[in-house]
Every structure is written in structure tokens, then in C-alpha cells.
Nanobody
């Protein structure tokens, strides 16, 4: 059974940085895309960033220039480097993986999810 396990969340002050990691314990076939999503209390899950196997990335406008998604295909791992963090970035962050033909920031495209990791940014 495939598991996605996130790590790297925590509490930081505004302007700080965090790096999230998500490792898959097995292979999901077929799959071609990793996604990072977040959900704040009382809000819907939001697509933050995605990366296809070939390297094509997408970001939600609110994190462009601050967050960077990357992957290590050999390790079956995806990363989310977050810089210049803002209080509005506070949420539970989830990784996801699946075969996604398009619309890679849409949570409905993914069937495999991690358990989530809390990111808290204080002002």
C-alpha cells in the first residue's frame, strides 16, 4: 500500500522560511504529477504548487516568487521550499500524487494524499 509522508512543517515568524518534504513509500502507477495543497481553518483546500515528471511547474499567484517546488525522482520525493512566509500562509499542507492530464492545482485530480503537516506563521 502506497503512503505519502510529509515532514518539515513547524512554526516560524513572518519573513521566515521552511522546507517541506513528501516521500512516497511505493510507486503509484500511472502517475506523472506531484501537488502541494493547503487548507486553513474554515477554508477550502487550495492548490499551492505542482510539478510534472518532466519538470513543468505551476503555482498559485499568492506564492509565486516565494515558494519553489522540486522533486527527486530517484527518491520518489517532492519538496516545497517556502520563503518570505506570511501569516496568511498558515495552514495544513498536504502533498498529493497521481496521473494528472491537466488542471494540476485542482485537488479533485489527485487520489493519493499525505496526512498533512502544520505550517504556522506568526506576525
Amino acid at each position: 500500500q502506497v503512503q505519502l509522508v510529509e515532514s518539515g512543517g513547524g512554526s516560524v515568524q513572518a519573513g521566515g522560511s521552511l522546507r517541506l518534504s513528501c516521500a512516497a513509500s511505493g510507486n503509484i502507477y500511472p502517475s506523472n504529477c506531484w501537488g502541494w495543497f493547503r487548507q486553513a481553518p474554515g477554508k477550502e483546500r487550495e492548490g499551492v504548487a505542482s510539478i510534472y515528471t518532466g519538470g513543468t511547474t505551476s503555482y498559485v499567484d499568492s506564492v509565486k516568487g516565494r515558494f519553489t517546488i522540486s522533486q527527486d525522482n530517484a527518491r520518489n520525493t517532492v519538496y516545497l521550499e517556502m520563503k518570505s512566509l506570511k501569516p496568511e500562509d498558515t495552514a495544513i499542507y498536504y502533498c498529493a500524487r497521481d496521473y494528472v492530464p491537466y488542471d494540476s492545482l485542482n485537488a479533485a485530480r489527485y487520489n493519493y494524499w499525505g496526512q498533512g503537516t502544520q505550517v504556522t506563521v506568526s506576525s
